[in-house]
């Protein structure tokens, strides 16, 4: 059985109606990951004609790096969900305050506050 744990009121601006609409957009995100996935997996069809064996490589070669998009987004939404239930979800991974409602309410399975992100996004 799940415990789907809150995070107490004093650490965070989200409440429980907050939490059960983030889950739900991270379930969504996460079945939407996994039939992208599905779909990229499949068979792609090329003529021996080589016009269309170049179209084919490159339409592989963007099949396979959406393929690694949508497994890392995958990976942190399901991050995300396991957040929720040990009730560390809404804390920022490096400084460990509260991410903004805002934040999360646009991105969901956000890892850290707007201000660490950009940090993190300014290192080399």
């Given at each position: 059985m799940v415990n789907h744990r809150t995070i107490d009121d004093s650490t965070t601006n989200l409440s429980a109606d907050d939490l059960a609409a983030l889950r739900e957009s991270l379930h969504e995100q996460r079945l939407f990951r996994q039939e992208q996935l599905r779909l990229?997996?499949?068979?792609?069809?090329?003529?021996?004609?080589?016009?269309?064996?170049?179209?084919?490589?490159?339409?592989?070669?963007?099949?396979?790096?959406?393929?690694?998009?949508?497994?890392?987004?995958?990976?942190?939404?399901?991050?995300?969900?396991?957040?929720?239930?040990?009730?560390?979800?809404?804390?920022?991974?490096?400084?460990r305050r509260p991410i903004e409602r805002e934040r999360l309410m646009i991105v969901p399975q956000a890892r850290y506050c707007a201000r660490c992100q950009q940090v993190k996004e300014a290192q080399p």
């Open positions: 990229l997996a499949g068979p792609v069809t090329s003529r021996t004609e080589d016009r269309l064996r170049q179209r084919a490589a490159a339409q592989i070669e963007v099949r396979v790096k959406l393929a690694a998009s949508a497994r890392m987004v995958l990976a942190d939404v399901e991050a995300a969900l396991i957040r929720m239930d040990e009730g560390s979800y809404g804390r920022c991974d490096l400084c």
